[in-house]
């Protein structure tokens, strides 16, 4: 059984900073890109940043782009999101999401996600 479990959300105020954590478990994580999205209050669900399997190339949404940081640990079986210079506009729940694509077939697993909350 897939787990994904983020942690590290919380309540900051705006300009701090935030690292967020997601654990994998029940997969072979090294062969998974991984991702993070984000889904604020009454919007959809939106890509935020993504990090290849061996961790050689990242990619970042524009809104969040210079702010931002994927990493992942291999040995761990951990993805991180560093969050620098939070405003009140990135307030939203944080969800990590693991994914491949094998001969057409796409394997897509996601966490139950952690509330990042930017207020003063």
């Known amino acids: 059984q897939v787990q994904l479990v983020e942690s590290g959300g919380g309540l900051v105020q705006p300009g701090e900073s935030l690292r967020l954590s997601c654990l994998a478990s029940?997969?072979?994580?090294?062969?998974?890109?991984m991702n993070w999205y984000r889904q604020a209050p009454g919007k959809e669900r939106e890509w935020v940043a993504r990090i290849s399997s061996a961790g050689g190339s990242t990619t970042y949404a524009n809104s969040m782009k210079g702010r931002l940081t994927i990493s992942r640990d291999n040995a761990k079986n951990t993805v991180y999101l560093q969050m620098n210079s939070l405003k009140p506009e990135d307030t939203a729940v944080y969800y990590c999401?693991?994914?491949?694509?094998?001969?057409?077939?796409?394997?897509?697993?996601w966490g139950q996600g952690t509330q990042v909350t930017v207020s003063s």
């Open positions: 029940g997969l072979t994580f090294s062969n998974y890109d």
């Open positions: 999401n693991a994914g491949k694509v094998v001969f057409g077939r796409t394997y897509s697993y």
